[in-house]
């Protein structure tokens, strides 16, 4: 059983950063074959992908975030962050974030605010 926590939402100007954690209980990384996704979903729209990073060390961003965010890993405390610089006030949404792997599941964390507002 694995489960995700999201932190660092909160309010923030148009132009600036946030940092967002995803902590994970138990080693995921150990998994077999596993992604993990930072998803968002503004009122009114879809859940969509905004980032992803592999067990293989590949990275993929969503054309609206490339070259703004950037997904990272810290093995030994189990937990990805999502560093989002330039933010723009529709990227105003909550930040989920998303592990799979073959052999231990699929597994979302609670969500964490993002509001970029003057």
């Known amino acids: 059983q694995v489960q995700l926590v999201e932190s660092g939402g909160g309010l923030v100007q148009p132009g600036g950063s946030l940092r967002l954690s995803c902590a994970a209980t138990?080693?995921?990384?150990?998994?077999?074959?596993?992604?993990l996704g930072w998803y968002r979903q503004a009122p009114g729209k879809v859940r969509e992908l905004v980032a992803l990073?592999?067990?293989?060390?590949?990275?993929n961003y969503a054309d609206s975030v490339k070259g703004r965010f950037t997904i990272s890993r810290d093995n030994a405390k189990n937990t990805v962050y999502l560093q989002m610089n330039s933010l723009k006030p529709e990227d105003t949404a909550v930040y989920y974030c998303?592990?799979?792997?073959?052999?231990?599941?699929?597994?979302w964390g609670q969500g964490t605010q993002v509001t970029v507002s003057s």
């Open positions: 998303n592990f799979y792997s073959v052999n231990w599941g699929d597994y």
């Open positions: 138990g080693s995921i990384f150990s998994a077999y074959a596993w992604r």
């Open positions: 990073i592999t067990s293989g060390g590949s990275t």
